[in-house]
T-cell receptor, first 114, second 109 residues
Framework: NAGVTQTPKFQVLKTGQSMTLQCAQD?????MSWYRQDPGMGLRLIHY???????DQGEVPNGYNVSRSTTEDFPLRLLSAAPSQTSVYFC?????????????FGQGTRLTVV | DAKTTQPTSMDCAEGRAANLPCNHS???????VYWYRQIHSQGPQYIIH???NNETNEMASLIITEDRKSSTLILPHATLRDTAVYYC??????????FGTGTLLAVQP
């Protein structure tokens, strides 16, 4: 049981490049979410999913796309990277919307856009 | 914007209880209070949550006032490894957590 696994751990992109941040969980959780954390700030919600095939926008969705084709995976795509997207990205999963239990977080992807 | 207010930072002596306050005066009746912590830029770690009643687990205790407008997280015997940013979050769903800036707890030897 690996929990929530994020890859890569570190990434440097040039402005305008695209990339996909990977997130996988092996706990059969329905809920998955993506957050970003800028220096000195709390996490901000980008996109979330309540199950395979269902996604929705969070607080700061612009510049990011998501899809949820399987229960296990929830990739985050940066369409055209900008320096403002330099941040640490965290993926989280939890059991279901009706279960007020803990959310499990990955260890983060540290992204720098130059 | 986050719906909670927490002190920016607190100090606690090692071995003593750490009491972290949180104000959530606009909490609605079906919203829970969640506490997470983040140690040195790692992924946040769940601590405890509650609705109305006080809760206790192996990590901490959560005291919620009767009017539910504030709560206190208690770490009974703080250690150096408890140094972290502690986030108090209110909400109804664990997939849409709205984080504030939290409280930086520094446990001193």
């Amino acid at each position: 049981n690996a929990g929530v696994t994020q890859t890569p751990k570190f990434q440097v992109l040039k402005t305008g490049q695209s990339m996909t941040l990977q997130c996988a969980q092996d706990m059969n959780h329905e809920y998955m979410s993506w957050y970003r954390q800028d220096p000195g700030m709390g996490l901000r919600l980008i996109h979330y999913s309540v199950g395979a095939g269902i996604t929705d926008q969070g607080e700061v969705p612009n510049g990011y796309n998501v899809s949820r084709s399987t229960t296990e995976d929830f990739p985050l795509r940066l369409l055209s990277a900008a320096p403002s997207q330099t941040s640490v990205y965290f993926c989280a999963s939890s059991y279901s919307r009706y279960s007020h239990t803990e959310a499990f977080f990955g260890q983060g992807t540290r992204l720098t856009v130059v | 914007d986050a719906k909670t207010t927490q002190p920016t930072s607190m100090d606690c002596a090692e071995g003593r209880a750490a009491n972290l306050p949180c104000n959530h005066s606009t909490i609605s009746g079906n919203e829970y209070v969640y506490w997470y912590r983040q140690i040195h830029s790692q992924g946040p770690q769940y601590i405890i949550h509650g609705l109305k009643n006080n809760e206790t687990n192996e990590m901490a205790s959560l005291i919620i006032t009767e009017d539910r407008k504030s709560s206190t997280l208690i770490l009974p015997h703080a250690t150096l490894r408890d140094t972290a940013v502690y986030y108090c979050i209110t909400g109804g769903a664990t997939n849409k957590l709205i984080f504030g800036t939290g409280t930086l707890l520094a446990v001193q030897p």
